[in-house]
């Protein structure tokens, strides 16, 4: 696995947080040299994701977490976002992680649109249920998607 930095977050699992995530996915895209579109993808895809965790994760007055782990590569960058509000090894979650299948993620399917504008956005999308449900989602840099795609064509 390419070397990468690792930074995770912890919230309330409420609506007034997401902000907060946001905030930090621009900077951290930003840095990475993403563009404007490309960082405003990530926003909306991430946001998604946390809006999904906070409104179908937790029932009632129950008071849950939703954690948000950043994966920064030399070419992409990976965002996890977990509603068991438990930290996650990176590497082992990632290797737990399964392509989406319709119909297998309750939480996902309510919206109607939240995972289709997340898979819209996002270049990569998997999906993990345990004993909560952790969404996986992978941007690149611009034109790396397109090179690794003709390598798997080529190969």
Do not use: C, W
């Amino acid at each position: 696995m390419d070397a990468f930095d690792y930074i995770e977050m912890k919230i309330p699992a409420k609506p007034e947080y997401v902000g907060v995530i946001r905030l930090t996915l621009s900077g951290i895209a930003s840095r990475m040299g993403f563009t404007y579109d490309a960082i405003e993808d990530l926003k909306i895809a991430t946001s998604e994701a946390i809006t999904n965790a906070v409104q179908h994760a937790y029932q009632g007055d129950e008071k849950g977490e939703v954690t948000v782990g950043f994966a920064l590569y030399e070419k992409h960058l990976e965002v996890m976002v977990s509603d068991s509000g438990k930290s996650f090894d990176f590497r082992e979650t990632k290797k737990a992680l399964g392509p989406y299948k319709e119909g297998s993620v309750e939480f996902l399917r309510e919206g109607g649109l939240g995972l289709f504008l997340i898979e819209t956005l996002m270049d990569e999308v998997k999906v993990h249920q345990n004993e909560g449900v952790t969404l996986f989602m992978t941007k690149y840099l611009e034109g790396e998607q397109v090179e690794r795609d003709a390598e798997t064509i080529s190969t």
